[in-house]
């Protein structure tokens, strides 16, 4: 079985910063891709960094230039820096990874539990 265990998350004034990080562990032979994702209350869960194995990054308009993805292969984390947060920032922020468990195996998706992240006006 594969975890990704979250942490990192808190309560921050806006304009302030913070560093999630992603702990992936169990059966893995390779990740393929790891992203983060969040999700407020009553809306739906949306991208907003990815990372594949390469070091390619993708974001979301909305965090460009404010946030961070980074990841250490040798020790399955990723990790995403957040800086200037606004309020609209306040969410669950949930890891992702696809993760396959060994090289004859299809990768399969996962997610982690999800750590709050409560930004301050």
């Known amino acids: 079985q594969v975890q990704l265990v979250e942490s990192g998350g808190g309560l921050v004034q806006a304009g302030g910063s913070l560093r999630l990080s992603c702990a992936a562990s169990?059966?893995?032979?390779?990740?393929?891709?790891m992203g983060w994702y969040r999700q407020a209350p009553g809306k739906q869960r949306d991208m907003v960094a990815t990372i594949t194995g390469g070091g390619s990054t993708n974001y979301a308009d909305s965090v460009k230039g404010r946030v961070t993805i980074s990841r250490e292969n040798a020790k399955n984390m990723v990790y995403l820096q957040m800086n200037s947060l606004k309020s609209d920032d306040t969410a669950v922020y949930y890891c992702n990874a696809i993760i396959r468990g060994a090289w004859c195996e299809a990768a399969s998706n996962y997610w982690g539990q999800g750590t709050q992240v409560t930004v301050s006006s």
């Open positions: 169990g059966r893995i032979f390779s990740i393929d891709y």
